[in-house]
């Protein structure tokens, strides 16, 4: 079992910044993949980005591309999101998981993650 902690949401105006933290349990943090979800009111969970194993790829949602950036220290089991230039769209709850597997491929489907965060919010306001 592998426990999720978010911190760092908050409110912020629009073209500001915030950094995502995501502290994990697990005692491999290497042996997951972890990735960043984010739901808006009234509106579907939506992948966000994600990061693979050893930290050497990543991917992006196109609609946060060139903004936001995801990074891992796997000495520190945490997971970071660097969210720049936000916008109002991206006020939402956003949610880390995990994705246990030695493969290397990244995950970007809600399915295939095993564990998930409480959820931090993330208010963008105009």
């Known amino acids: 079992q592998v426990q999720l902690v978010e911190s760092g949401g908050g409110l912020v105006q629009v073209g500001g910044s915030l950094r995502l933290s995501c502290a994990a349990s697990?005692?491999?943090?290497?042996?997951?993949?972890m990735g960043w979800f984010r739901q808006a009111p009234g509106k579907e969970r939506e992948f966000v980005a994600a990061?693979?194993?050893?930290?050497?790829?990543?991917l992006y949602t196109d609609s946060v591309k060139g903004r936001f950036t995801i990074s891992r220290d796997n000495a520190k089991n945490t997971a970071y999101l660097q969210m720049d230039s936000l916008k109002p769209e991206d006020t939402a709850v956003y949610y880390c998981a995990a994705a246990g597997t030695l493969d290397l491929r990244i995950r970007s489907r809600e399915r295939e993650y095993d564990f998930w965060g409480q959820g931090t919010q993330v208010t963008v306001s105009s």
């Open positions: 990061i693979s194993r050893i930290g050497g790829r990543t």
């Open positions: 697990a005692r491999t943090f290497t042996n997951y993949h």
